[in-house]
């Protein structure tokens, strides 16, 4: 069965920098688009990035120019290098993927378990 596997989160200082990884595992077909997203403690899930199979990135206004979103189609795995990190990045994690499993003919969309990024002040 399909997975996704979030590392890399941790606390850092503010203006500094961490690097987030999925890793998609089991037998995979394809995948699509895949993203980020984030859960603050008290508030809602909301968009951080996302990637196409092509290459094409969308972002979040609150993390432009600070957090790039990368991928690697051989190792079936999604990054996001996030810089200059704020205090109000403070969040879980959460990485995203529509994925087709070999021998399926749809798409279906997968979460990974999150990772927790502090940034102190």
């Known amino acids: 069965q399909v997975q996704l596997v979030e590392s890399g989160g941790g606390f850092v200082q503010a203006g500094g920098s961490l690097r987030l990884s999925c890793a998609a595992s089991?037998?995979?077909?394809?995948?699509?688009?895949a993203g980020w997203y984030r859960q603050a403690l008290g508030k809602q899930r909301e968009f951080v990035a996302r990637?196409?199979?092509?290459?094409?990135?969308d972002y979040a206004d609150s993390v432009k120019g600070r957090f790039t979103i990368s991928r690697d189609n051989a190792k079936n795995t999604v990054y996001l290098q996030m810089n200059s990190l704020k205090p109000e990045d403070t969040a879980v994690y959460y990485c995203?993927?529509?994925?087709?499993?070999?021998?399926?003919?749809?798409?279906?969309?997968?979460w990974g378990q999150g990772t927790q990024v502090t940034v102190s002040s």
């Open positions: 995203n993927a529509n994925i087709v499993p070999l021998g399926m003919g749809s798409a279906y969309k997968y």
């Open positions: 089991g037998s995979i077909f394809s995948i699509s688009i």
């Open positions: 990637i196409t199979s092509g290459g094409s990135t």
